[in-house]
């Protein structure tokens, strides 16, 4: 599963329901409950203290959903998560917020997944590249090589 606005909608859809992600499975009203945080976290600071949307940027809630979800937001936040009620009244009014909360996550995941130091891939990071670890390894034969060689070099000085 990757999250993207179809898989977004899904969950959204069945708030008592589970997802599995990485394979471990996850109940769908903890990452409502993430999917919010992540919302109400983009609002600007001064918005989120009067619990409204002063300017419609499309960035964070906008309108008449802006003071329900964002005192929910705030006082669920102690708690780590919704109660199923909560989390019922949430979910339908994510929905339309589908697109931004995949905008989220593919920028959390472009901050999660690693750049190669050697062959400059996203994805994995240096030491776990097959390639350098391959050259790594190849580098350590030759030195080997270059060792034992300058070992029967002296030996045959000495002899
Ligand atoms: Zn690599």
Redesign the pocket.
């Known amino acids: 599963m990757t999250f993207n606005k179809e898989t977004i909608i899904q969950i959204l859809k069945d708030p008592g329901g589970v997802t599995e992600y990485k394979s471990k499975r996850w109940a769908n009203r903890t990452l409502i409950y993430r999917m919010l945080q992540a919302l109400y976290a983009r609002q600007t600071g001064f918005e989120q203290e009067i619990e409204a949307t002063t300017e419609n940027n499309g960035i964070g809630f906008n309108g008449a959903d802006s003071h329900f979800l964002s005192s929910v937001a705030k006082n669920s936040r102690p708690y780590g998560n919704l109660t199923s009620k909560q989390c019922e009244h949430v979910a339908r009014r994510l929905i339309k917020y589908a697109r931004q909360l995949e905008d989220i996550a593919l920028t959390k995941l472009q901050q999660q997944l690693p750049l190669?130091g050697?062959?400059k891939?996203i994805g994995?990071a240096?030491q776990d590249?097959k390639?350098?670890q391959l050259k790594e390894m190849q580098r350590k034969l030759l030195q080997q090589e270059a060792k034992q060689m300058q070992l029967m070099d002296t030996k045959s000085y000495h002899d």
């Open positions: 190669c050697y062959c891939q994995h240096q590249c390639e350098y």
